[in-house]
Each structure stands twice: as structure tokens, then as C-alpha cells.
């Protein structure tokens, strides 16, 4: 799953409370702090100004704590594309089959070692984005190209759906280990 930004910010925040709460706790537990005086400051705290201060507080840390509860279910990857809406109904199909479908297509090619793709749902069709290891001696310009025409015609082929884009990042080159002879 991936954090947004707000909510990665307020995580953050919200972590360094708890820790920070949990320092006071713990001095108070081992005397450090004498817990008379955490009851002098919160009885001086409950009136004016300050007990709406504390509030406000208490009111802001409460509502992080639920938005954070809420990203941490929310689901924001669609588990389909839609391939086509007939008289008889919806037809989908998964983006795990999409990129089951992406890897076979690029499976093709010798020189490509190893391949980790993301497919990604878009309102006129989906998005795939490749990280591969080639070989050494590949012309990398040449092999993305041929990659990205393959997966597009492969994919469209057999599911119906279109391929906006095919983004490829070669991440490493794979080097055979060779057999020893002894």
C-alpha cells in the first residue's frame, strides 16, 4: 500500500506523540518524574484558556488518529479493467490476468533476465510498468522498444483492453555465472 503524503506526515506526528507519551509514563514510573507533578499541571491545565487549549489538542490528535485508521483500509487499486458493458452485463478482467499476461510477453525475450511489472487501471484501459534485468551485451534502447510493441500487441491480443503506456526501467544487468572447469 502506498502513503500519501498527508497521511505519511501525520503518521510521523502522531509517532513521535506516542513516543514522546510514553517517555513521560515511563519517568513516572521509575520516579524520575514524581507524579504529583503531573497532577499539579493537569489540575492547572483544566480551566480558561488552557483547558480549551487541551481540547483543541485532544479534538485534533483524535481526529489524525481515525484519517490514519481510515487510510490504513482504504483500498485505492482496482482489482479489474473494464473490457467491455453489454446488454447481458459487465465483462472485467483482472489486472492480476493483465499482468500475468504482461509477463508472459516479456518472457519472450532472451535477454531479459529478470521482470517485475505493475499494472495500473486507467479510464480508457491500463498502464504497465516493467523493471527488468537484461543481459550485458543488449542495445537497451533497441530491446525496450521491441518490449514495449510486444506487451502492448500481446496484451490487447488476448484481453480486448487497450495499453496506454509501457514504462520500462532497467534496473540491472544479469550476469550469467559461467561453469567451472576443473
Do not use: C
Not at 480508457?124 to 533497441?142: D, H
Amino acid at each position: 500500500m502506498k502513503i500519501k503524503l498527508f497521511d505519511r506526515l501525520l503518521l510521523t506526528i502522531m509517532t513521535l506523540i506516542i513516543i514522546l507519551l510514553s517517555l513521560i509514563l515511563l519517568s513516572v514510573a521509575l520516579q524520575i518524574i514524581p507524579a504529583a507533578d503531573i497532577a499539579d499541571l493537569l489540575s492547572e491545565v483544566s480551566y480558561g484558556w488552557p483547558a480549551i487549549i487541551l481540547g483543541v489538542i485532544s479534538l485534533v490528535l483524535f481526529l489524525a488518529g481515525i484519517r490514519l485508521l481510515v487510510a490504513g483500509y482504504a483500498r485505492n487499486k482496482p482489482l479489474s479493467a473494464l473490457l467491455a458493458n453489454t446488454d447481458l452485463g459487465v465483462i472485467r478482467i483482472s489486472i492480476n490476468t493483465l499482468d500475468t499476461l504482461t509477463q508472459k510477453a516479456v518472457r519472450h525475450f532472451k535477454e531479459v533476465k529478470e521482470v517485475k511489472s505493475v499494472v495500473l487501471a486507467d479510464p480508457e484501459g491500463v498502464r504497465v510498468q516493467l523493471k527488468i534485468s537484461v543481459l550485458p551485451e543488449v542495445v537497451m534502447p533497441e530491446l525496450s522498444r521491441n518490449i514495449q510493441e510486444k506487451v502492448k500487441e500481446y496484451v490487447e491480443a488476448l484481453s480486448g483492453i487497450q495499453v496506454r503506456e509501457v514504462q520500462i526501467y532497467i534496473d540491472n544487468l544479469s550476469v550469467e555465472k559461467q561453469a567451472r572447469v576443473d
